[in-house]
């Protein structure tokens, strides 16, 4: 098992350019998230999915885009990059609500 | 939404020493997690626990529910243990996603 596999690992953008943070994980897992870490602030939610097809808003939305086509893949889009989106994101899934939450290993993009 | 604070925010430690990290919440919850993050790494899950305590070699962690409340200690700490630690609690309702403190930064010196 691979578990939660994200990439890339580092990303440099420029503002305004788009790019799709990929996470798949292989544990048949139905729920899936993504978390931007900032310094001091912990990880926040961006997104989340409970399930193929169906995708739902976490605290800090805007700017990004989900789509849960497959268990297995959850990718992040960034429509139009912004500074403000300098970040280290991370993808987690777990099989159930109140089980184990597997991690990736983060990517960490700046946006110039 | 359910509050998570940790306390210390930084902590030093000489190798060797007992060490202990504190997480309270403010809404009741089913299940705490307790997570460790080292610089530049990923995130890897230590214990989830709901209830009593929870060991793995020289970790233990600890949750009161009455008290919102869950400590995790490290018992005699190495260099290697420098790391970050978070606490974090599930979401609420079915969404599967969890509300994380800021972190505790560990620096355990030889």
């Known amino acids: 098992n691979a578990g939660v596999t994200q990439t890339p690992k580092f990303q440099v953008l420029k503002t305004g350019q788009s790019m799709t943070l990929q996470c798949a994980q292989d544990m048949n897992h139905e729920y899936m998230s993504w978390y931007r870490q900032d310094p001091g602030m912990g990880l926040r939610l961006i997104h989340y999915?409970?399930?193929?097809?169906?995708?739902d808003q976490g605290e800090v939305p805007n700017g990004y885009n989900v789509s849960r086509s497959t268990t297995e893949d959850f990718p992040l889009r960034l429509l139009s990059a912004a500074p403000s989106q300098t970040s280290v994101y991370f993808c987690?899934?777990?099989?159930?609500?109140?089980?184990?939450?597997?991690f990736g290993q983060g990517t960490r993009l700046t946006v110039v | 939404k359910n509050e998570v604070e940790q306390s210390p925010q930084n902590l030093t430690a000489q190798e060797g020493e007992f060490i202990t990290i504190n997480c309270s919440y403010s809404?009741?919850?089913?299940?705490l997690h307790w997570l460790q993050q080292h610089p530049g790494g990923g995130i890897v899950s230590l214990f989830m626990l709901s209830s009593g305590k929870k060991k793995h070699g020289r970790l233990i962690a600890t949750i009161n529910i009455q008290e919102k409340h869950s400590s995790l200690h490290i018992t005699a700490s190495h260099p290697r243990d420098s790391a970050v630690y978070i606490c974090a609690v599930p979401g609420g309702g079915s969404q599967g996603n969890l509300i994380f403190g800021k972190g505790t930064k560990l620096s355990v010196k030889p």
């Open positions: 999915s409970v399930g193929a097809g169906i995708t």
């Open positions: 987690a899934s777990s099989l159930r609500t109140n089980a184990e939450a597997f």
């Open positions: 809404v009741g919850i089913s299940a």
